[in-house]
């Protein structure tokens, strides 16, 4: 029996390993953390629940497929429960926008807004369901292993004048600002700057659309829980608490992953799941092609890191919606500043996640749980000390939250916390403290993004967001698939 090593256990390392294993593979995964999930991870405090992550689940059949390959039900291990509105959309004037799949309450929504844009509206749909099929369906989860690769997907690229942005596109189509901002943002749920996105990430609308948007009973962390206990049933291996040190090379072959307790195993082939700058600078210290990667990887664009505030707070709050988007004054502005300037802004744009009321078992009785995350710029660009800045910016998050929503916040709260780009560095090896890894620009995507197998070292591979075709949860998941299909090959 042929013998993998995959290195971390986010969404992707996950996925891979359940494929690697489904196909006969003895797989092992090596976490460096105490729990698996990666930007996954959870913390229990005071009774709540507390995601550090992702909370919304697209896509949910590219999650199915990785119990049917071994003929199991992911109903079994965990339930996916529907999210109704997808988010609300709120900004400064008090103006609501709920956005959803239901096509009849959707366009009511655009006509309260702008009955003039229903007709750009529709055009749009047929915009994102072609690009979709082209960029989703068809090349997400291709490994774009060699340029040809790329010139086999360019007439795609041209029809869908992939070189425009999400926001140009669809300005192209609808005329109100607030429209623009409600069919653009989603790019920012992948580390994307709306405005300079590729076009091709429109197609989020779709996969919304089509697959719905969903919650997993109990907190992300119980659908990455579900994903280990799927994957050990099937005679995976994982090992948590073991940060990696090195991959051993012999020659052009990855032979041996030791980690920092000194376990140190060969293996016929290893996959890194880690942060593809890490992976590259620290893992890979023993070959050229090491610092040689880290160097030009470092001079690519990274993506925004974030700020979270996770708090827990007295009372329920039926009226306000799982996801709901508070846009600040400015969005183009906002967002230069974020990526381009690397400055704090007085403004921000929160996206507030809101459990409880989907599922209460995620807070005591009578309590709900919330985070408030802004997009803030990675550590690269804002190299501030976010233990001084941390405090301050964490009671202005709340306090607009209050101003906005929940007047008497900081009475009702009964535990609160954290989380800052140097903690998504320190915890997660994450380049420059990134929440997202790679920028996903089009000079960064496909071929030009993380190859799922590297040029040089035969037996070494990538998953997750620096690979194709980028962060969220399809995203790696797609990786994933990439990658499986060629270790699977590669090690027959
Ligand atoms: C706050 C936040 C909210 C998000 N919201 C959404 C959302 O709602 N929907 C969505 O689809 N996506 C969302 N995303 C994006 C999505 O969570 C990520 O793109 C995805 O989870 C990344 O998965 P990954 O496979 O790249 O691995 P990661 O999650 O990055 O995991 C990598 C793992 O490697 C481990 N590792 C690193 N170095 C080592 C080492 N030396 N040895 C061993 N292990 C190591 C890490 O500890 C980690 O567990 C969000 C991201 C964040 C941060």
Same mark, same amino acid.
């Given at each position: 029996m042929k013998r993998a090593c995959v290195i971390g256990a986010g969404f992707g390392g996950l996925a891979l390993a359940i494929r690697l294993q489904s196909s006969g593979i003895d797989t092992t995964v090596v976490e460096a953390r105490d729990k698996p999930g990666g930007r996954a991870y959870y913390w229990e405090r005071e009774g709540f629940i507390f995601d550090a992550g992702p909370t919304v689940v697209t896509d949910p059949a590219c999650l199915h497929e990785l119990w049917q390959l071994s003929g199991r039900d992911m109903a079994d291990d965990i339930e996916?429960?529907?999210v109704m509105p997808f988010y609300r959309l709120n900004w400064?004037?008090?103006v609501n926008f709920d956005y959803s799949n239901d096509e009849g309450a959707l366009k009511r929504e655009i006509a309260r807004i702008s009955t003039e844009d229903l007709a750009g509206y529709d055009e749009f749909e047929r915009y994102s369901e072609g690009v979709y099929k082209e960029g !989703?369906?068809?090349?997400?989860?291709?490994?774009? &292993?060699?340029?040809?690769?790329m010139v086999k997907a360019a007439p795609a690229?041209?029809?869908?004048?992939?070189?425009?942005?999400? !926001?140009s596109i669809v300005s192209s189509f609808v005329k109100s600002e607030k429209l623009r901002e409600a069919l653009s943002f989603h790019t920012l749920l992948v580390g994307g700057n709306p405005m300079k996105t590729s076009a091709i990430y429109a197609l989020i609308h779709k996969l919304e659309k089509d697959g719905g948007v969903w919650w997993a009973k109990g907190g992300t962390n119980r659908l990455i829980a579900a994903m280990v206990r799927h994957f050990e049933r099937l005679g995976g291996k994982v090992r948590l608490g073991e940060p990696v040190l090195h991959i051993h090379t012999i020659g052009d072959r990855a032979s041996e992953v030791e980690t920092t307790s000194g376990w140190r195993e060969r293996f016929d082939a290893v996959a890194s799941n880690a942060d593809i700058v890490h992976t590259y600078r620290d893992l890979l210290t023993e070959t050229p092609r090491g610092p040689a990667m880290a160097r030009k990887l470092t001079r690519q664009r990274f993506s925004p890191s974030l700020f979270v505030v996770h708090f827990g707070i007295e009372g329920t709050w039926p009226g306000i919606p799982h996801h709901t988007i508070l846009f600040g004054p400015r969005y183009e502005g906002l967002l230069e500043d974020i990526y381009t300037h690397g400055v704090l802004p007085q403004d921000f744009s929160i996206y507030l996640h809101h459990p409880t009321v989907t599922d209460p078992s995620v807070a005591p009785p009578g309590k709900s749980t919330?985070?408030?995350?802004?997009?803030?710029?990675?550590?690269g660009k804002l190299p501030i000390d976010w233990d001084?800045?941390?405090?301050? &910016?964490?009671?202005?998050?709340?306090?607009?939250v209050g101003r906005r929503l929940i007047p008497d916040i900081h009475d009702r709260i009964v535990t609160k916390f954290h989380y800052a780009p140097r903690d998504f560095a320190l915890d997660l090896n994450a380049y420059h403290g990134s929440a997202f890894s790679l920028e996903p620009i089009l000079t960064q995507s496909a071929y030009f993004r993380g190859h799922n197998r590297d040029d040089k070292i035969k037996n070494l591979y990538l998953v997750g967001a620096g690979t194709h075709p980028g962060a969220g949860i399809p995203g790696v998941v797609g990786s994933a698939k990439a990658t499986a299909r060629l270790m699977v090959e590669d090690l027959r």
């Amino acid at each position: 029996m042929k013998r993998a090593c995959v290195i971390g256990a986010g969404f992707g390392g996950l996925a891979l390993a359940i494929r690697l294993q489904s196909s006969g593979i003895d797989t092992t995964v090596v976490e460096a953390r105490d729990k698996p999930g990666g930007r996954a991870y959870y913390w229990e405090r005071e009774g709540f629940i507390f995601d550090a992550g992702p909370t919304v689940v697209t896509d949910p059949a590219c999650l199915h497929e990785l119990w049917q390959l071994s003929g199991r039900d992911m109903a079994d291990d965990i339930e996916l429960m529907p999210v109704m509105p997808f988010y609300r959309l709120n900004w400064p004037d008090g103006v609501n926008f709920d956005y959803s799949n239901d096509e009849g309450a959707l366009k009511r929504e655009i006509a309260r807004i702008s009955t003039e844009d229903l007709a750009g509206y529709d055009e749009f749909e047929r915009y994102s369901e072609g690009v979709y099929k082209e960029g !989703y369906v068809r090349l997400g989860d291709v490994p774009f &292993l060699d340029f040809v690769s790329m010139v086999k997907a360019a007439p795609a690229l041209v029809k869908y004048q992939a070189w425009r942005s999400v !926001y140009s596109i669809v300005s192209s189509f609808v005329k109100s600002e607030k429209l623009r901002e409600a069919l653009s943002f989603h790019t920012l749920l992948v580390g994307g700057n709306p405005m300079k996105t590729s076009a091709i990430y429109a197609l989020i609308h779709k996969l919304e659309k089509d697959g719905g948007v969903w919650w997993a009973k109990g907190g992300t962390n119980r659908l990455i829980a579900a994903m280990v206990r799927h994957f050990e049933r099937l005679g995976g291996k994982v090992r948590l608490g073991e940060p990696v040190l090195h991959i051993h090379t012999i020659g052009d072959r990855a032979s041996e992953v030791e980690t920092t307790s000194g376990w140190r195993e060969r293996f016929d082939a290893v996959a890194s799941n880690a942060d593809i700058v890490h992976t590259y600078r620290d893992l890979l210290t023993e070959t050229p092609r090491g610092p040689a990667m880290a160097r030009k990887l470092t001079r690519q664009r990274f993506s925004p890191s974030l700020f979270v505030v996770h708090f827990g707070i007295e009372g329920t709050w039926p009226g306000i919606p799982h996801h709901t988007i508070l846009f600040g004054p400015r969005y183009e502005g906002l967002l230069e500043d974020i990526y381009t300037h690397g400055v704090l802004p007085q403004d921000f744009s929160i996206y507030l996640h809101h459990p409880t009321v989907t599922d209460p078992s995620v807070a005591p009785p009578g309590k709900s749980t919330f985070y408030a995350l802004i997009p803030v710029a990675h550590q690269g660009k804002l190299p501030i000390d976010w233990d001084q800045v941390g405090p301050v &910016l964490e009671k202005r998050v709340l306090d607009e939250v209050g101003r906005r929503l929940i007047p008497d916040i900081h009475d009702r709260i009964v535990t609160k916390f954290h989380y800052a780009p140097r903690d998504f560095a320190l915890d997660l090896n994450a380049y420059h403290g990134s929440a997202f890894s790679l920028e996903p620009i089009l000079t960064q995507s496909a071929y030009f993004r993380g190859h799922n197998r590297d040029d040089k070292i035969k037996n070494l591979y990538l998953v997750g967001a620096g690979t194709h075709p980028g962060a969220g949860i399809p995203g790696v998941v797609g990786s994933a698939k990439a990658t499986a299909r060629l270790m699977v090959e590669d090690l027959r």
